[in-house]
T-cell receptor
């Protein structure tokens, strides 16, 4: 069974649209994350979330918002997509907080036309 | 296929040789460090971690060394195999996990 799964794997859409990426983890972890990886492979944290606290990287535009319906899911909503949003987005989870290994999904490649 | 990180530093080694990948971190207050391996089309995969109260930790064929004085981390891979070819990232944990820029390891058969 896949520990951290994301859907869709590929997402191609037009500038200005609103889209969502789903993430589910079956590890029983308390903390989930979203990362953005650009074309140069640079990985950057966007959000860290558990049932107590949302930590937002201050450089993330407010067009991006995480939604957590329950502990096992953290979806990423993106409004008014821009060309610069094209990247691979990774979801991850850890048992409890950042000082433990994070397990990553296989990514969602978002392409903005 | 996946776009290639053309600006990634690359380490090319012969199969069977040992590999050493280096990383400089920025935050002297970081107390937890991780190495990840990322293969093409996949997410980062945990390899090994180390906490700041240690300077060396060994796993299966991998060793991580931590030098807090100069804020340096290294990953040593023994008897490198073709399956080790990937991009390797170090990461440091402050209030969030901060990744280094990555090193591409290429293993020549």
């Amino acid at each position: 069974d896949t520990a951290v799964s994301q859907t869709p794997k590929y997402l191609v859409t037009q500038m200005g649209n609103d889209k969502s990426i789903k993430c589910e983890q079956n590890l029983g972890h308390d903390t989930m994350y979203w990362y953005k990886q650009d074309s140069k492979k640079f990985l950057k944290i966007m959000f860290s979330y558990n049932n107590k606290e949302l930590i937002i990287n201050e450089t993330v535009p407010n067009r991006f918002s995480p939604k957590s319906p329950d502990k096992a899911h953290l979806n990423l909503h993106i409004n008014s997509l821009e060309l610069g949003d094209s990247a691979v987005y990774f979801c991850a989870s850890s048992q409890d907080g950042v000082n433990q290994p994070q397990h990553f999904g296989d990514g969602t490649r978002l392409s903005i036309l | 296929g996946e776009s290639v990180g053309l600006h990634l530093p690359t380490l090319s080694v012969q199969e069977g040789d040992n590999s050493i990948i280096n990383c400089a971190y920025s935050n002297s207050a970081s107390d937890y460090f991780i190495w990840y391996k990322q293969e093409s089309g996949k997410g980062p995969q945990f390899i090994i971690d180390i906490r700041s109260n240690m300077d060396k930790r060994q796993g299966q064929r991998v060793t991580v060394l931590l030098n807090k004085t100069v804020k340096h981390l290294s990953l040593q891979i023994a008897a490198t195999q073709p399956g080790d070819s990937a991009v390797y990232f170090c990461a440091e944990a402050g209030n969030m996990l901060t990744f280094g820029g990555g090193t591409r390891l290429m293993v020549k058969p």
